[in-house]
């Protein structure tokens, strides 16, 4: 979901962007005008994360997925070992590909309870001689949510921030890498996000694609080849968005109370229930039950009627998921909320 005055500015400047008689998706990437766009995305980025100069930004292709390998490529040798918190299906997926270029050590691993739950901050410690320690803040699929940011003892920190970015403040200098699929909280797919600090860039392997080369990339602010242009555009956009929202505590404060809503519903029901254990629950994706599982089908297309879209679960893990991401406002809860005691009357 994008936020709606995102929209209507994206229309109403769609055919002729800035002036100059064209759309921003007509206009060179090179040109004055689009240059001058990407900038101040950069900017607006850096003052509503509070990034400082020790970071390079990337705005690069090939989503989240893409930098499960450029990871491994521009920070590890394939004979290191990089360290993984394993906590459920973003996770995995980013270990199989650090498989494939380097050592892997899994520090912790809550499979056990079918990623219900987070290791404690205190039960792994971070090896010395890792390349990097790689975790995954908020796993989209299970709605698990760090409330910490995992301590390695100066190893460089590795976030897949995919469905957590610009939901609430985080500290960036803690970080080595942080990046995002700008697809869930911060604009249009085609466009991934890379925060990496200056001190880790140079340390590409000689294999590494020139695409993915955060020091290439870094030394020719992203256009190496053609960037996703109308994705930094709208980046832009959305981080005005934020801006007026009261930046990202104003986010923290919005979501928050969103997510805390609807939790109190699911847990004061005997119909509907959530499987996370309370410390790691998501702000941003909520997976639901039915105490029924023949009840998912009726929920999800019932609820698609009544204008409340894509309720359905991941296909691995089925029930319902509700994604509330910065763009779904209070009221796009509060609708849910009404369907599901409506739902619950009518088959409970
Ligand atoms: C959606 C998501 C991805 C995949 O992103 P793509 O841009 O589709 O590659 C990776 N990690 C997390 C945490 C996600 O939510």
């Given at each position: 979901?994008?936020?709606?005055?995102?929209?209507?500015?994206?229309?109403?400047?769609?055919?002729?962007?800035?002036?100059?008689?064209?759309?921003?998706?007509?206009?060179?990437?090179?040109?004055?005008?689009?240059v001058a766009c990407a900038a101040a995305t950069e900017?607006?980025?850096?003052?509503?994360?509070?990034?400082?100069?020790?970071?390079?930004?990337?705005?690069?292709?090939?989503?989240?997925?893409?930098?499960?390998?450029?990871?491994?490529?521009?920070?590890?040798?394939?004979?290191?070992?990089?360290?993984?918190?394993?906590?459920?299906?973003?996770?995995?997926?980013?270990?199989?590909?650090?498989?494939?270029?380097?050592?892997?050590?899994?520090?912790?691993?809550?499979?056990?309870?079918?990623?219900?739950?987070?290791?404690?901050?205190?039960?792994?410690?971070?090896?010395?001689?890792?390349?990097?320690?790689?975790?995954?803040?908020?796993?989209?699929?299970?709605?698990?949510?760090?409330?910490?940011?995992?301590?390695?003892?100066?190893?460089?920190?590795?976030?897949?921030?995919?469905?957590?970015?610009?939901?609430?403040?985080?500290?960036?200098?803690?970080?080595?890498?942080?990046?995002?699929?700008?697809?869930?909280?911060?604009?249009?797919?085609?466009?991934?996000?890379?925060?990496?600090?200056?001190?880790?860039?140079?340390?590409?392997?000689p294999e590494t694609p020139t695409v993915w080369d955060y020091t290439v990339q870094?030394?020719?602010?992203?256009?190496?080849?053609?960037?996703?242009?109308?994705?930094?555009?709208?980046?832009?956009?959305?981080?005005?968005?934020?801006?007026?929202?009261?930046?990202?505590?104003?986010?923290?404060?919005?979501?928050?109370?969103?997510?805390?809503?609807?939790?109190?519903?699911?847990?004061?029901?005997?119909?509907?229930?959530?499987?996370?254990?309370?410390?790691?629950?998501?702000?941003?994706?909520?997976?639901?039950?039915?105490?029924?599982?023949?009840?998912?089908?009726?929920?999800?297309?019932?609820?698609?009627?009544?204008?409340?879209?894509?309720?359905?679960?991941?296909?691995?893990?089925?029930?319902?998921?509700?994604?509330?991401?910065?763009?779904?406002?209070?009221?796009?809860?509060?609708?849910?909320?009404?369907?599901?005691?409506?739902?619950?009357?009518?088959?409970?």
């Amino acid at each position: 979901m994008l936020p709606e005055p995102v929209l209507e500015r994206a229309q109403s400047e769609l055919l002729d962007w800035g002036g100059g008689g064209m759309s921003v998706m007509e206009v060179s990437h090179r040109g004055k005008a689009f240059v001058a766009c990407a900038a101040a995305t950069e900017a607006a980025l850096r003052e509503v994360m509070g990034i400082s100069d020790d970071y390079a930004v990337l705005f690069l292709q090939g989503g989240a997925l893409g930098q499960f390998s450029a990871l491994p490529l521009n920070l590890s040798t394939p004979g290191s070992t990089i360290e993984f918190l394993n906590t459920g299906d973003w996770s995995k997926k980013a270990i199989a590909e650090a498989k494939k270029y380097a050592q892997v050590r899994v520090l912790a691993d809550t499979s056990d309870t079918n990623f219900t739950t987070l290791p404690a901050e205190d039960s792994f410690a971070v090896g010395r001689e890792a390349a990097y320690l790689h975790y995954t803040p908020n796993e989209t699929i299970r709605g698990v949510e760090f409330g910490y940011v995992p301590p390695t003892g100066g190893v460089p920190l590795v976030a897949d921030m995919s469905s957590t970015i610009l939901s609430r403040p985080i500290d960036t200098s803690k970080f080595g890498v942080v990046y995002a699929g700008a697809q869930k909280n911060m604009g249009p797919s085609g466009l991934v996000v890379v925060i990496v600090r200056r001190d880790l860039l140079g340390r590409a392997r000689p294999e590494t694609p020139t695409v993915w080369d955060y020091t290439v990339q870094a030394g020719a602010d992203s256009m190496i080849n053609t960037p996703s242009t109308f994705g930094i555009y709208l980046l832009g956009l959305v981080l005005d968005w934020v801006k007026g929202q009261g930046g990202l505590p104003g986010m923290a404060e919005r979501n928050r109370a969103k997510a805390e809503k609807l939790y109190a519903f699911i847990d004061g029901s005997d119909f509907y229930s959530n499987p996370v254990a309370p410390d790691a629950r998501s702000w941003m994706n909520v997976p639901f039950l039915t105490a029924d599982a023949d009840l998912t089908k009726p929920f999800v297309a019932e609820a698609e009627t009544a204008g409340l879209t894509n309720l359905a679960g991941h296909r691995s893990v089925g029930g319902m998921r509700a994604s509330i991401y910065n763009a779904m406002p209070p009221e796009g809860v509060d609708a849910l909320i009404e369907f599901m005691k409506e739902f619950e009357r009518t088959h409970g």
